[in-house]
């Protein structure tokens, strides 16, 4: 018997490794990955670039874009990396695509810095205290899954796919 690959949001702030990991997982099962930046308006990457926190309102288009992305992959799975730091963010992909499982990747702040710090990337490491303030950590009703960021991007998604039951050779694309 067949089951349907997987649907993942691999979340949390930025610098915890969420496309490394996003790859990992979506190499494991074959399906496609994409990296939520990718979704980000050109006014949203220049006003993080200018180390402006995102509002409220200036996430929804986003969220709904890769909402209607993993609504598209339902039956074919996929993976796509997005800080869904939020409650009310998570709900917005979860009534976009009702099977999405989250990967929450979390670690120690110092770490997350340095990885920010050491990386080219839009995100500057002076937003770190805003998303950290920001993150509403997974609930027990949602469909998900935390991990810390400790161990290697590989060894994080052979854990997920174990703990979830999606490392199974039934998997099929």
Not at 6 to 23: D, N, Y
Not at 71 to 86: F, I, W
């Amino acid at each position: 018997m067949t089951r349907t690959p997987p649907l993942v949001v691999v979340m949390g702030i930025s610098g915890v490794g969420k496309s490394a990991v996003g790859h990992a997982v979506a190499d494991r099962v074959g399906v496609t990955y994409v990296d939520g930046d990718d979704f980000h308006s050109q006014a949203n990457i220049d006003k993080m670039s200018a180390g402006t926190p995102l509002t409220d309102d200036d996430r929804w288009p986003w969220l709904r874009d890769i909402g209607r992305w993993l609504a598209a992959h339902d039956a074919t799975g996929g993976v796509v990396s997005c800080s869904a730091l939020r409650r009310v963010y998570r709900d917005i992909l979860a009534e976009a695509a009702p099977r999405v499982q989250f990967l929450h990747l979390h670690g120690d702040h110092d770490l997350i810095e340095q990885r920010m710090k050491a990386r080219e990337h839009f995100m500057p490491s002076s937003l770190l205290a805003s998303q950290e303030a920001t993150l509403e950590p997974l609930e027990a009703d949602e469909n998900g899954w935390d991990s810390d960021i400790t161990p290697t991007p590989d060894e994080i998604a052979e854990a997920f796919l174990r703990e979830t039951g999606d490392d199974s050779d039934e998997v099929s694309a």
